[in-house]
């Protein structure tokens, strides 16, 4: 709970003829990653399939399933940030898993061939409509020259050129080319833009084109064009839309293949992933011709479990031996609903093995500092409301642990609103049970200032633990309690709280404390940010007091209203709230993430834990 | 002008100009930061905390302008 799981590394010895058993054994049991063994590697697989053979075969797999993916799942907004909205595991019978592999051949091949056909299709299709798309543009530039386009090709002794150019170069553009044999035609167009034919000799093309280029006449590629711009026109629209047809049959034809395979493509990679896996362990054992030795890490508590399941497996030909070290990977485990909370302690790193695991503490001060922000009864109402919705709309892990955390910051809210008497702000005119923040500002810091304390504190505790845990010094951890100690006992002085003895020894603790500090010109930076980051606490306050003045402010400005038109008043109303609670919803989350992130995680946590991945089935349930 | 409009104006300029100093920092810290987060999503948590580092400077504006505006109302002494 405080720390990561305790984990131990494992050795087993065991027959190198039951090593697929084991390695499938491991498998089935997910609580054991394989480490690498350097040495000589020599394997054969339980399902006799070849490494690099299926390997090939998972990359091939994943590209279909990837492809098929995107026509298969949503990818919206939501989708995006929480996943797939239905997140469930292939279901498989041990023993068909491996015809699923024996068959995965067949069927990658299959949908290779398929996928590849129509894929191309589709690809040609976007070409040719790319290519007529720049045949109509063409000819909507020349549909003022009522000519058929074939009379612009170029002959033996004459060329034609045509091109756009700007209105106001025209005149100059004339004056240039008066000394050349050219006939020249223009048509005005649109943005003050020229659409223009020039035919001219041979042997004057070069220079022509040349003083065109300096006026930036831009050339249209005719060559080739046959007919009318109009008739071009009409027949390109005509072929476009053909294209668009072909187009949505390519792309329904896919769709419905997709549809009909997508079962079998999923269950194949899925297999076909759990197989690389097993086999990419495998290639971790240190082996010889009779005996096989494996390393890895796996929790303590499930020592027994794994003693039982390889005994059973092997048939008792088995040898384990068990060691606790420190560079251990990292597990968190963390009761109830505080478990959800490690994807944020994540959202930052992962503890190191021995280092502390902050998501206990996270747990019930990420939504306290969140519901202190908010702090509306109708606003928490709402993060609840959004929460259920998110667990109802989405089944997959992320969303199920985001609806969570959001239900606890809601309650957060709704208790802080109780407290503070914010129910749409003022609109309810209900007092609340404590105090309002709108007329009484500095106790709103004070608690906030409060909050920092305990919170820095906290991390200060957490890092001489973690500390004393690994046998380093904890000077520069206690010299911030005599820093603090005596800080408060002069300021309690200050106010006549405490008796004038109590001053001069409050100086002597905390002069103790910063020459501490300063004994090490590293340390006096970190005294000064100690308190900056006691300060920034004060941004509790700070969006606590923005959200009721923003509430207080809508309730005011719909007043103006009712009476004039109670629509506009209810608009005003109801948008001016809604907005006012995303904002400060979004803004209570981050800066209690930061408030976590900077100012706690930054006294102890350095989050350079490697995160424990157990050989497993990945989306597989195996009966 | 009385002193209660000079304190306005002051308590006006001290979250002004640490807001709009804020501001500018924190744009140019959160555009490095969503580009590193693009490049590995694993720099979300960093990301976010060092974007959100630059705001600590409004909080000391907003908390000149508090205590100015505290003392214009009577409810502290300086």
């Known amino acids: ?623 | 002008m009385a002193i209660e409009g000079l304190l306005a104006i002051g308590a006006g300029i001290a979250i002004g100009v640490a807001a709009l100093g804020s501001g500018i920092g924190q744009g140019k810290a959160a555009a490095a930061a969503i580009g590193a987060t693009a490049e590995d999503t694993k720099n979300f948590g960093r990301s976010i905390a060092l974007a959100a580092l630059v705001e600590t400077q409004a909080i000391y504006g907003l908390v000149i302008a508090l205590l100015l505006i505290l003392y214009g109302a009577g409810v502290i002494a300086i």
């Not at chain 1, 649109?190 to 040349?210: D, H, Q, T």
């Not at chain 1, 020894?505 to 000064?528: D, E, T």
């Open chain 1, 1 to 623: 709970m405080l720390f990561p799981t305790e984990m131990e590394k494992i050795n087993v010895a065991f027959l190198s003829e039951d090593r697929g058993k084991v390695v499938e054994k491991l498998q089935e049991q997910g609580i054991v990653e394989v480490k690498e063994i350097s040495g000589k590697q020599e394997f054969l697989s339980s399902v006799s399939i070849d490494t690099d053979y299926l390997s090939s075969l998972f990359l091939r797999s994943e590209k279909i399933y990837k492809d098929f993916s995107g026509v298969m799942k949503k990818h919206g907004l939501l989708e995006t940030l929480l996943g797939n909205r239905f997140e469930k595991n292939v279901s498989l019978k041990k023993d068909e898993m491996e015809d699923v592999v024996k068959n995965a051949e067949k069927v990658v091949k299959h949908m290779e061939g398929k996928t590849e056909r129509v894929g191309k299709q589709i690809e040609e299709n976007k070409k040719d409509s790319e290519e007529v798309k720049g045949i109509i543009r063409l000819a909507e530039n020349l549909k003022f020259f009522d000519f058929d386009l074939r009379l612009l090709s170029s002959l033996k002794k004459t060329f034609a050129l045509a091109g756009k150019l700007k209105l106001n170069g025209i005149p100059d553009l004339k004056k240039d080319l008066a000394n050349f044999r050219i006939y020249l035609h223009s048509q005005e167009f649109k943005n003050e833009e020229n659409a223009l034919i020039v035919l001219g000799l041979k042997p004057e093309e070069g220079e022509i084109r040349k003083i065109l280029l300096k006026y930036g006449f831009e050339f249209f590629e005719v060559e080739g064009l046959k007919g009318k711009p109009d008739k071009i026109l009409k027949e390109g629209k005509e072929e476009l839309e053909w294209l668009n047809k072909k187009r949505d049959y390519l792309l329904k034809k896919r769709k419905e293949f997709i549809e009909e395979w997508w079962e079998e493509i999923e269950r194949t990679y899925v297999v076909v992933r759990a197989y690389r896996d097993r086999l990419k362990s495998l290639q971790m054992f240190q082996e010889t011709k009779y005996v096989s030795v494996l390393e890895g890490w796996m929790p303590k508590k499930y020592k027994w479990k794994i003693q039982e399941a390889l005994d059973d497996v092997t048939s008792g030909r088995v040898f384990f031996t068990f060691e606790e070290t420190e560079d251990a990977p990292t597990d968190l485990e963390n009761p109830g609903l505080s478990e959800k909370f490690e994807v944020i302690t994540g959202g930052f790193g992962l503890p190191k093995y021995k280092d502390a695991d902050p998501t206990i503490f996270l747990a019930f001060l990420f939504p306290v500092f969140f519901g202190f922000m908010l702090s509306d009864v109708l606003y928490g109402s709402l993060i609840i409301l959004l929460s259920f919705s998110m667990r109802f709309y989405f089944r997959n892990r992320l969303a199920g642990v985001f609806s969570h955390i959001l239900l606890l910051c809601g309650i957060s809210a709704i208790f802080w609103g109780f407290l503070f008497g914010n129910f749409l702000g003022n609109f309810l005119g209900l007092r609340g049970l404590w105090f309002s923040p709108t007329q009484n500002p500095i106790m709103l810091i004070i608690i906030s200032l409060v909050f920092g304390l305990v919170h820095v504190n906290m991390g200060i505790v957490l890092s001489i633990v973690q500390k004393i845990r690994s046998k380093k010094s904890t000077i520069p951890e206690i010299s911030w309690f005599l820093v603090e100690a005596g800080g408060l006992l002069i300021i309690f002085r200050i106010f006549g709280m405490v008796a004038e003895v109590l001053f001069y020894a409050g100086m002597l603790v905390f002069f103790a404390g910063v020459v501490m500090k300063i004994s090490k010109p590293m340390r006096m930076i970190g005294l000064i940010s100690f308190f900056g980051n006691i300060l920034s606490y004060v941004r509790l306050a700070a969006i606590s007091l923005a959200t009721s003045y923003i509430a207080l402010t809508v309730n005011h400005i719909s007043s103006i209203f009712v009476s004039g038109s109670f629509i506009l008043s209810g608009f005003i109303f109801t948008v001016g709230h809604l907005f006012n609670c995303t904002i400060s919803s979004v803004g209570a989350f981050i800066n209690s993430l930061r408030l976590h992130y900077v100012e706690f995680f930054s006294r102890f946590f350095e989050g350079e834990g490697k995160e424990f991945r157990p050989l497993k089935y990945e989306g597989l349930e195996v009966k």
